[in-house]
Each structure stands twice: as C-alpha cells, then as structure tokens.
C-alpha cells in the first residue's frame, strides 16, 4: 500500500542577529524545530529540513496538535 502524504504549515519566526549575521528561525509550536543560515531563503530550507526529521518522530496527535493557527502579527509602540 502507498503511503499517502499530508502536506503540514507551520509559522516560522525570523529574526536576524547582527552580531553573527545571520537569520534565525524557529517554529514556536515544535521549539526543537531551529537553524540558523546566511539568508532566508537556506534558512527554510533547514528549517524544512529540520521540521521533516522532527515530523517523524511524533504522533499524529501531536502532529495535528502543533499545525499553525497564525492569526497574524501586529507592531506594538510605546513612548517612553
């Protein structure tokens, strides 16, 4: 029998460091699902990379419980 693929989204937070220069990534829903890379464009991919090897690992509850329910993201200001 074929196994049939489910096709998974997760939100990946980028944050790029200065000091190393480079981009950083992690899913908040998987925290072990992490990399670093010279762009953003690597950075996916390791993270893709990463997420596939951790994906194998769990169940499918835990999968199902750790998809992505983004909602979006909003910029929070303050005078001081």
Known sequence: MEKVLQKYQFTAHI????????????????????????NIDELNKHLSEVLSL????????EVEEAVSHFVGT??????Q
């Open 54 to 61: 951790v994906l194998e690992e769990l169940s499918l509850e």
């Open 15 to 38: 944050e790029y460091d200065k000091e190393s220069k480079m981009y950083y990534g992690y899913l908040p829903a998987l925290p072990s699902v992490q990399s670093y890379a010279p």
């Open 74 to 79: 909003s910029i929070v200001q303050v005078n």
